[in-house]
Structure formats: structure tokens, C-alpha cells
């Protein structure tokens, strides 16, 4: 999801809106909104500037405080130029932005990076041209399928897929039925958890990255030689499947471990889905061959086990981080009692004597 994609989706909506240019915008209501369409067109605009100054300006701890003012538009064909203009700001700076770079944005973990920041302004414009097409009675608008596909994976990896990518797009953000599902009357999108440790960061997987990665690709992440590993594309495929499912939460997912000094994946580590009733979640990790023995595991589950710390006092939905590990297996041994963790069963596993040891790592009584 890049510059691309957003000047795919401007053009497309512009070519849409184009069609009505001499219909009356401001005395007509957006579909289900409270704006006008012309203050919906507006609307398009603001957001595609306004994440482009996010990005390019690297804001730390809100929005840049700074706005776009169309009153000098003619008409609605000026309009449409504006929405072209900043939809080509946002495309050029996602193109040029590093992909490490990260800026403020509230929901829900307040950042996103070029890739977020340009899923936001896609689904704005399709999503807003879907409003004003509806407020003027245009033919049926239909946005470009492979367009939905991206920015429910990315965007809403909580909502569960359906047939049709653009119907389930308008249900996820209260603008259509979708049979069986109840109606949706509030909504706010996803970007990845980062969770910053000393020497790496862990990058959240979000649905459509941890398919490529099950599919035998990169996820969109630069690794170092030998990865990733077989590990890390089991794990990505329980995350795509929990994603087919509807039950994937984004923050017990799966995180790919980014080295600081050069932006090279060196592993993964995630969980195995959300808290169960007791309020244990079970973890998993690995590294590249190249990558162990230099304390990247045990680095990466403290900085895990600090964030679920904070979880717990802030929601207390989760109680313990659970992980067992084989008996044969010393090196994984030493990374979870490093993290913290704590033997709890010497014989788990299938039969008597089972194979693996398990531990816990206790966060609230």
C-alpha cells in the first residue's frame, strides 16, 4: 500500500464526481452524513493534506496545526482539482517517506507509518466519494475491489472478511447491511502496534502481510539472509486464518522483529490469539540463524512483557504470558528465564512424559 494506491483511488473518484460537476454540492446532503456534499469534497481534501503534513513533518504527539481552505474554489470542478493536488501531495511524500518513518495518528496506537498513512487516505476517498456519489444519485458506486481488499487487511484486521470487499467496507464503517452481521454504529481503523525495545523494534503483522509471509514471501519487510524462517510463516498463517475467522485482535498477534542499526528483520514473535478466560495468552518466537546468540529473543519478550504490564493495569485482560519450550531446546530454555518466566510443568505435552517444558511469566496477582 503506497503512493500508488492513492493516486489510483483519487483518479478513480475524481473521474466518479466528474460526471456531476454542475449539480448543486452544497444544497445536497452526503448519504448518511450531516455534511453537504460539498463540505464531504472538502472534507476528502483536508484529510489527504493533512496526513501528508503528518508524514512529512514527522509529528510526534498530535495533528500539525494547520488546515486547507477551498473557499477560493469557483466551483465544484475547483474542487475536484484540489482533491487531485493534495491526493498527489500524499502520494508524493508515502513515496519518499522512509519506510521507519512514523507519525502521529490517534487510532489506537497513536502512530502510523507511510503504508498507514496512505490505507487512511484510500479509504477516506473511496469511502467519501461512496457519500457524495449516494447524495447525488449517481449510478451505484463501486470502489476498485483490489483497493478494499488492501485496506480491510490493513486497516480493519478485526473485521472479518466477506465476499464482496467493497459491501463489507461499507458495513465495517456504518454505511451498509451486511446479512448476518449487525449493524455497525461506531468504528475507528487499526494501524500496527510498534513496540520499541533497546536495539529493535517489534512491528506489528497486520492480515495482509502475514498472508504474503504464509504465501513464502517478505511480508514487506527487509530480512537478513536465511529468513524468514519456517517458524515465523506458521505463525503468519495462524494469524491470516484468525483474520478468515473474524477472531484476530491486532495487538496478540504476531510481531516481526526489526533491527534498529540497518531496518533488517531478524525474527518473529507473537501470540497464539487473545487472553483465554483466565487471562493467559501463549507466545511463540524465533530468530534467523545469523541473528542468534546476540540477545535479540530475550530482548524482544522483555519489551513484549513490559507492554502486556501496562495492558494489564490499564484493561486487566490478561494475567500471565504462558510459553513451553522443548526439553532439547536450551538456547529457548535461557531466553524465557532471562525474560522472567518461571517453570511451571516439567512434563508437558502429549503422554505421561511429555516433551516440553512450560513456563509462566506472572503480570498481576
Known sequence: MG???????????VAVLRGAVDRDWVGTKAGRLDWDCRE??????????AYAGQLAGRARSAYVPFRIDTAECADNADLLHVIETTGALLAATVTTTPADARAFHPYPFRFADREGFAAMGVTEVLLHTHDIAEGLGLTPYEAPRDLCESVLARLFP?????????????????????????PVTSWKWSNPLHIDADRIVLKG??????????????GGFDWIAGGPVDGT?????????????????????????VRKEDGLAVGALGHHGAPDEEGRVEIGYDL???ARGHGYATEALRALADWAR????????VRSLFAVVDKVNTPSQGVVTRAGFVRVSDDWGDGEDGEQFAYELRLRA
Not at 208 to 218: N, S, V
Open 3 to 13: 503512493g500508488e494506491q492513492v493516486r489510483e483511488a483519487v483518479g478513480h473518484s
Open 40 to 49: 464531504t469534497a472538502d472534507h476528502i481534501a483536508s484529510d489527504l493534506i
Open 158 to 182: 478485526h473485521v472479518r472478511p466477506g465476499d464482496d470487499p467493497w459491501t463489507t467496507l461499507l458495513w465495517a464503517t456504518g454505511r451498509a447491511d451486511l446479512p448476518g452481521r449487525a
Open 205 to 218: 503483522v497486520h492480515p495482509a502481510a502475514a498472508a504474503d509471509l504464509a504465501e513464502g514471501g517478505t
Open 233 to 257: 510463516r506458521v505463525g503468519a498463517g495462524m494469524v491470516f486464518q484468525a483474520y478468515e475467522a473474524g477472531v484476530h485482535r491486532p495487538e496478540w498477534g504476531m510481531y516481526v522483529l
Open 288 to 290: 534467523v540463524e545469523g
Open 310 to 317: 501496562e495492558r494489564a493495569r490499564e484493561q486487566g485482560d
